[in-house]
């Protein structure tokens, strides 16, 4: 405050960096570039082939993971900006082989078809209970908007999320 | 299990995230593809230089048209010989035709530096003048062609009469934009040659693996059975994944030049500029039209945005657009004559309910049209001119992608009263009539259409049970996602009795079984589910000869339930399928005197297509201040002839109808002056989103099951789209209360604000209009 300019991070790159990631609750040591999108060392350097890329460029959710809890599109945040904070997948969600409720809503609701905006439906739509925005269908279209599905299972999407609140409500 | 809505089969992978699509597959060793492409939309290929690109690190290679010595890529369905000199090279040699196409490849041995060393492969290329518009003369092509690379002419009865003899002639000229199918997942593609072996297996096929094998086995010169097309998920299809593009050949070529595997995953600029766009068609249409608003003959003529190739498609949208478009109606006399223009865009082919989205989209706008000279409600124009049931099967001497075009049945009557009835069609009109005294700009428009499914000539499934009692079901038929697993379960279990999670669905691989014809024109549930019947069915009668010798009975006494035979009316004789399979090993079979293995062909094998039919109902309403259109609800009502799973049939018809709203409201290629694509992004080409999604409620009736297959059904993939654009125009219309305001799709905010004012100025400059 009093003139003091906060040390900036060191600079890193543009060659391949040691990074730790913490993915799903397990620390996940890589070597990435720094210009390695997130959604790139999940899927090209760790394995985790669940988080799709539609778009690459932040306009179709597909990617949608959470870090620290929040939404993310992990094709727009770097993985390296990513160290120290907690980053949960598609195949983070279901623990234990249980499926996650949303997982069984979408089955039970019939709200995808190819599947392959699911990952990301799913990680929006759990993370937008948790925010709360998901009180009325009004929210859930606003909410949920950024997720794109091309088979248009918008309206069973819907539903498979009212489901989900209501039961969560009921308990 | 037939007519049930059961739960999908195939969700779990999708679920967990452990799906396999083609981009989430990899080899070891593999290198990395990338296309140097056009970034001009018409020219002279001068040179390439891939020095600069070589000298970055990880760079396997620079190849371009001279180093290659492959062929143009041929055609997969209806093909005229004067459409050859248009094919599409796999790299551009001479000339580059559109923004987009390849001109050369990288590899390396990391996606992020093949993508990096492409951008400095140099290109030199002299520019031409673009031709951007199907309407303009013909231009050159070549040396010994010009643009015009089919003109398609079609037809019956003497239109001449007809129009001479006409007291009304309504005539109008119509657009449909250009869009396309985008499925969410890109395309992709990892091909894999083995040296010694001299084999090659690629990954990431969809929709017709079988077809595609003898297009790059051609192309490569390998014998069909050593390349093997391995379908993974895939991410969507609507007609644009699946075929032969310069890329899929691209990966092959590479992989045997390199000797080892090769992956190439396309990204979303890319997809918007290289795989195929469609519609895009101009229709000056006119009928002819007696007092009684009868339709004597129909005369279109049209013109369609070919793009700058014609790919494996050839003909088959300009000839289904041609013999779909009379759709429900006798019209006695018709003729059409269809240009297919070549220009320096994207090159097309088809899109989900191709052709009938646009012949639809010219049809019923011109039966608004002789509705509204006649002063007549468009439903009833609709009804006086249906095909009556009495006439099913209806023979219009047409072909249709080279099948006689004969409707197979049909009431359309019936279906327009049950969708009058159900969705209270009466009452949504006052209730729309209500708003727009108040000064809304609401209104609700209506568009009937036939569809055609269920394309032969034939499909083969081949069902086996192992000792335990599980059941493989193998065909060629391919995947888009559709629920494809499902349906095919659901007539398996109920042929044999058996429990859903006992069936496994193989599909889309060429190794598995030897002949194919894929996934495309709504064909699976008619074509695949056929062939599983009657395989099943093979498979029953094996079952329950070997349990008659093995029961010492006769088989006329046994059943099949629960996955076991027994015996009539005796319970506890019980012998399963999975005991049937063990004393059929084939070191056990002799011993009952039987052949060895609980396996089973089955083939269904047709030379018509099967035409199912719906009404499409579009209520919107337009904002006075912005002019977005917003659809308000879309109402569909689809005979499908019987639904083995009406969850899915609803599924699919509630995405096409999206797809349909999509064209109408929201998605174009845009070029500029230049011939530069304007919409490469999803910021600009606007796919419908959750926001943009109106509820959709749908009827689905089985009035009309066809007498062509076995199981009566009729296809449901494109019935949702088919006639979307035409009753979202005409919901327009009556909102801003114009009649034929919209003449052209999309209706951008612009658009409908122009029509907006029109229709003030013509109310107030009406002569006592107050």
């Known amino acids: ?171 | 299990m037939i007519g049930k809505p059961l739960r999908r089969v195939e969700d779990l992978p999708l679920l967990l995230g452990t799906g396999r699509f083609a981009a989430d597959i990899s080899l070891p060793g593999q290198a990395h593809l990338r296309v140097v492409r056009s970034p001009v939309p018409h020219g002279m290929l001068r040179g390439v230089d891939g020095r600069k690109a070589l000298s970055m690190p990880g760079v396997i290679g620079v190849w371009s048209a001279a180093d290659l010595d492959l062929g143009p890529i041929g055609f997969r369905m209806v093909a005229f010989p004067g459409m050859l000199p248009y094919r599409q090279p796999v790299l551009a040699a001479e000339r580059v035709r559109y923004v987009g196409e390849p001109v050369a490849i990288v590899l390396a041995d990391d996606p992020y530096r093949a993508e990096d060393a492409a951008d400095l492969v140099e290109l030199d290329i002299e520019s031409l003048p673009p031709v951007l518009d199907q309407l303009q003369e013909p231009a050159q092509f070549d040396d010994q062609n010009d643009t015009e690379a089919l003109l398609h002419e079609d037809g019956y009865g003497d239109v001449g009469a007809a129009f001479a003899a006409a007291p009304h002639v309504v005539e109008l000229t119509v657009t449909v934009g250009r869009h396309t199918g985008v499925p969410l997942e890109c395309r992709g593609a990892l091909a894999d040659y083995r040296p010694g072996a001299g084999t090659l297996d690629f990954y990431g096929a969809a929709k017709v693996p079988h077809q595609n094998r003898l297009l790059l086995a051609g192309l490569l010169g390998l014998p069909p059975q050593l390349v093997v097309l391995r379908e993974a998920h895939v991410g969507g299809g609507f007609g644009v994944r699946g075929e032969v593009y310069p890329e899929d050949v691209l990966v092959c070529w590479a992989s045997r030049l390199l000797g080892r595997p090769v992956k190439w995953i396309e990204d979303r600029n890319e997809h918007l500029l290289a795989a195929n766009h469609s519609r895009d068609q101009v229709h000056r249409i006119r009928a002819a039209v007696l007092a009684d608003g009868y339709i004597t003959a129909i005369d279109d003529e049209f013109w369609l945005d070919q793009g700058a190739y014609v790919r494996t498609h050839a003909a088959a949208v300009p000839t289904l657009t041609a013999s779909m478009l009379p759709g429900p109606y006798q019209i006695p006399a018709y003729r059409v004559r269809g240009h297919v223009r070549l220009t320096n865009k994207t090159p097309a082919g088809t899109y989900r309910a191709p052709g009938r989205y646009e012949g639809t989209f010219a049809r019923e706008r011109l039966i608004d049209a002789v509705a509204s000279s006649l002063g007549k409600p468009a439903m009833e124009i609709r009804l006086s001119n249906f095909i009556s049931p009495d006439q099913m099967p209806y023979a219009r001497p047409m072909s249709a992608l080279g099948t006689d075009l004969e409707y197979d049945s049909g009431d359309y009557a019936l279906l327009v009263g049950k969708a009058q009835a159900r969705f209270g069609l009466a009452e949504l009109e006052h209730g729309l009539a209500a708003r727009r005294a108040l000064g809304e700009a609401v209104g609700m428009g209506c568009a009937f259409f036939v569809e055609k499914s269920g394309l032969g000539p034939y499909e083969a499934v081949r069902i086996s049970v192992d000792q335990s009692g599980h059941i493989d079901i193998i065909t060629g038929a391919g995947s888009m996602g559709q629920g494809f697993e499902t349906v095919i379960t659901q007539i398996c279990a109920q042929e044999l009795g058996v429990r859903p999670e006992t069936i496994r669905v193989l599909h889309g691989q060429t190794d598995q079984i030897e002949h194919a014809m894929g996934a495309f024109a709504s064909r699976l549930t008619v074509m695949a589910g056929s062939a599983t019947l009657i395989a099943a069915q093979a498979l029953r009668e094996k079952a329950l000869a070997a349990a008659a010798r093995m029961l010492e009975a006769s088989p006329r006494d046994l059943e099949l339930s629960d996955g076991a035979v027994r015996v009539a009316g005796d319970p506890d004789t019980g012998i399963s399928l999975a005991q049937i399979s063990e004393a059929l090993r084939p070191d056990q079979a002799a011993r009952w005197g039987l052949e060895p293995s609980l396996t089973a062909d089955g083939w269904h094998t047709t030379d018509h297509m099967c035409y199912p039919y719906g009404l499409h109902i579009a209520v919107v309403r337009v904002d006075a201040g912005t002019g977005q259109v917003i659809a308000e609800r879309l109402l569909v009502a689809y005979d499908v002839g019987r639904a083995v799973n009406p969850m899915l049939v609803e599924g699919q018809i509630v995405g096409g109808a999206a797809q349909g709203l999509g064209g109408a409201l929201l998605e174009e290629f845009r070029y500029d002056d230049a011939g530069h694509p304007q919409c490469t992004t999803f910021m600009d080409y606007l796919l419908p989103t959750r926001a943009e999604m109106p509820p959709v409620d749908v009827l689905i009736t089985e009035d009309a099951p066809s007498p062509r297959n076995p199981l009566g059904v009729k296809g449901a993939g494109e019935g949702g789209t088919t006639a979307m654009g035409a009753a979202i125009a005409a919901a327009i219309d009556a909102a801003l209360g114009v009649p034929l305001g919209v003449k052209e799709l999309p209706v951008h905010p612009e658009a409908a604000l122009r029509l907006a004012k029109a229709a003030r100025r013509e109310s107030t400059s009406e002569p006592g209009g107050a």
């Open chain 1, 1 to 171: 405050m009093d003139g003091e300019i906060a040390a900036l991070p060191a600079e890193r790159g543009p060659s391949a960096q040691a990074v730790t990631l913490t993915i799903n609750g397990e620390p996940r040591p890589l070597r990435i570039e720094p210009r390695v999108s997130l959604l790139d060392a999940l899927r090209e350097h760790l394995g985790l082939t669940g988080s799709k890329k539609g778009c690459d460029q932040g306009t179709c959710g597909a990617c949608t993971v959470w870090v620290d809890g929040r939404r993310a599109l992990a094709c727009l945040t770097l993985a390296v900006t990513c160290e120290g904070h907690e980053v949960t997948t598609i195949e983070g969600l279901s623990a234990g082989g249980e499926l996650h409720p949303m997982q069984a809503a979408f089955i039970d609701k019939d709200a995808f078809q190819c599947g392959y905006c699911t990952p990301g439906q799913i990680m929006s739509a759990v993370a937008l209970l948790d925010e709360g925005h998901a009180a009325d269908d009004g929210q859930i279209r606003e909410w949920m908007s950024g997720n794109i599905c091309r088979c248009a299972a918008y309206p069973n999407i819907r539903a498979a999320i009212r489901a989900v609140r209501d039961a969560a409500g009921g308990e």
